[in-house]
């Protein structure tokens, strides 16, 4: 049985950082592509970053890119999405999930998600 647990969400300033972890169990990360995805209130949830199965490439939205860094430790079987320079708009829910086929960027080509854990990014 696939799970997906997310962690490491909370309330920062403007201009911090996190650290979020994603613990999978029943998956090799190192067998798959993973991908972050984050969704705010009223809002569909949109792609952040991805990392390739290898473990070599990342992707990254534009509105994320030069500040979210998506890594993994093979040996605790995590995926981490380390976030700096946060603003406001970062603000909302924070998800992983392991990617089938097709474009990275579609929710639908995604199969197992975790719970989510959220966000907060006061000014």
């Known amino acids: 049985q696939v799970q997906l647990v997310e962690s490491g969400g909370g309330l920062v300033q403007a201009g911090g950082s996190l650290r979020l972890s994603c613990a999978a169990s029943?998956?090799?990360?190192?067998?798959?592509?993973m991908g972050w995805f984050r969704q705010a209130p009223g809002k569909e949830r949109e792609f952040v970053g991805a990392?390739?199965?290898?473990?070599?490439?990342?992707y990254y939205s534009d509105s994320v890119k030069g500040r979210f860094t998506v890594s993994r430790d093979d040996a605790k079987n995590t995926m981490y999405l380390q976030m700096i320079s946060l603003k406001p708009e970062d603000t909302a829910v924070y998800y992983c999930?392991?990617?089938?086929?097709?474009?990275?960027?579609?929710?639908?080509?995604?199969?197992?998600w975790g719970q989510g854990t959220q966000v907060t990014v006061f000014s």
């Open positions: 999930a392991s990617y089938t086929s097709g474009s990275l960027y579609l929710t639908e080509n995604y199969d197992y």
């Open positions: 029943g998956l090799s990360l190192s067998s798959y592509t």
């Open positions: 990392l390739g199965w290898t473990g070599a490439t990342t």
